[in-house]
């Protein structure tokens, strides 16, 4: 007998069609676990338009927008999740979670699938800045009632009625051991994203977790990406077999694309989303150097030969040579670079003719006219760039201090990358500004549009006061 959904007493005079409801059922069944009614049910509500307008700490995500990558290939689904909220759509399939909303501050809920005894499912949140995942409510229930009753959920303890999963149920524990996986392909190449390797199962464990890979697809899924990311020929193998008769969409998509990660038959292949193919090589050889013996097994394929890699250490001495400058003239298309460049100019600015010189040289490099429509590079390369876009304005700054014949090219590129972008309040009230001492008359639309959107209107002394003054300006 399916336990009756706790949101059902919570809204009892709301009737969910049967229809949407039936649908969303079979959409979380597909994961492959005993599917939360609770979750079952907040969809269908979503779908049938009879959610409460406010839902205070809780806007709920377009559940129409796919939580699964398509079969045809992994590459598009990393493209979604780093445009949704990297790395929530993408480690949620590694800790049994389902992403059900965000804050206003740009945090996200995310629901366990499977079911607590009674039908709930328990809700937790994740920390954008920290990158922390904690447990936040018993039900999404209890979440929806302190969202309506304008609660301070920023400071959660421990919820009462919610007795501690074992580890290997815990998503808090599988979101953890998974993040240095995510780091690999979601991180700068100039971050160390290698630190999360500490938290990671050793093969001892998936010797342990192997007999539940069938019927387990968030463990199916890291144990399919952490052998191919290690090398581990014969353990992907045997994760392979195992995982054969899995049904899940994640699991379905992640397969062949892991597998490409052990023996590319050409170096383009190896490329993950907005990560190149040599970024890829690079990140595999410093993972399989560093990672302990303890997650290894057997000798990895070799690696296809790439260019320079670039670290920390390589592009300081660079700068330190004054060499940088030549060698990002000579990576056009290495979008980290650029970035990190923007991030770290203080050392290397005094060798060469003073900061405004070299952040026109970096514009000049690095954003070509072509370069700008491409949505992986300057100012949608999150998590690349973590701060509110200080940088950028100093750039932007500068160059219309200094009438840049690009200077207008560059604002109006800004503000129709920020459309969405509503965390980078700083960097788009400064586009704004110099888009009217500028008179930038292209910018008129983006602006008006933005003053449209309902969540830059959250933000009426941060934002909204600078975009209505550049509009009365233009």
């Known amino acids: ?37 609770e979750l079952v049910e907040l969809a269908a509500l979503h779908d049938a338009g009879t959610l409460p307008a406010d839902l205070g700490e809780l806007r709920p995500f377009a559940f129409a927008e796919p939580v699964f990558p398509p079969t045809k290939g992994f590459g598009p689904y990393l493209l979604q999740a780093q445009e949704f909220g990297w790395p ?6 590694f800790a049994g979670l389902f992403p059900i909303g965000a804050t206003r501050g740009g945090d996200f809920w995310l629901a366990r699938v499977t079911a607590d005894p009674g039908g709930s499912s328990r809700v937790y949140r994740y920390d954008h800045e920290t990158g922390e995942l904690q447990l936040a409510f018993r039900s999404i229930a209890a979440l929806i009632v302190a969202a309506l009753g304008d609660l301070d959920v920023v400071d959660i303890p421990v919820p009462r009625g919610a007795p501690p999963l074992a580890p290997a149920d815990d998503p808090e524990s599988l979101w953890t051991r998974a993040s240095w996986a995510a780091d690999l392909i979601g991180a700068s190449a100039l971050e160390r994203w290698t630190e999360g390797l500490s938290a990671a199962p050793t093969l001892t464990a998936f010797q342990q977790e192997s007999a539940q890979l069938a019927r387990r697809p968030e463990l199916a899924a890291y144990w399919l990406l952490a052998h191919a990311l290690l090398g581990n020929v014969a353990a992907f193998e045997d994760a392979t077999r195992l995982t054969a008769q899995s049904k899940n969409p994640f699991v379905v998509a992640l397969r062949p694309r892991a597998r490409i990660l052990l023996g590319p038959s050409k ?19 410093e993972l399989r150097k560093v990672a302990p013996k303890s997650l290894r097994s057997g000798t990895p394929p070799a690696l296809p030969a790439t260019g320079p890699a670039i670290t920390v250490e390589s592009v300081t001495r660079l700068a330190q040579d004054g060499e940088l400058l030549a060698f990002m003239a000579m990576s056009p298309t290495r979008d980290t ?3 990190w460049a923007l991030h770290h100019i203080a050392l290397w600015a005094e060798r060469d003719r003073g900061p405004i010189e070299v952040l026109e040289r970096i514009a000049d490099f690095g954003l070509t006219p072509a370069r700008l429509q491409q949505q992986t590079t300057w100012l949608s390369m999150d998590p690349l760039v973590k701060d509110s876009g200080q940088r950028e304005a100093q750039l932007l700054e500068l160059l219309v201090g200094r009438r840049s014949p690009r200077a207008a090219e560059f604002i109006v590129h800004t503000l129709t990358s920020l459309e969405c972008s509503w965390w980078r309040i700083e960097l788009a009230a400064k586009a ?5 001492e500028l008179e930038v008359t292209a910018a008129r639309p983006i602006l008006e549009r933005m003053i449209a959107n309902e969540t830059w209107q959250r933000y009426p002394d941060t934002a909204m006061r600078q975009f209505n003054a550049a509009l009365a300006t233009l």
């Open 1 to 37: 007998m399916v336990a009756r959904s706790t949101l059902a007493s919570l809204f009892p005079k709301v009737n969910t069609p049967s229809r949407p409801k039936q649908r969303r059922a079979r959409e979380l069944k597909a994961w492959g676990l005993p599917t939360s009614p």
């Open 267 to 285: 170096l383009a292949a190896l490329a993950l989303g907005t990560l190149r193919a040599d970024d890829v090589v690079q990140r595999l050889a």
């Open 337 to 339: 670079l650029h970035v």
């Open 88 to 93: 929530v759509f993408f480690l949620a399939h």
């Open 432 to 436: 704004a500004a110099l888009a009217a």
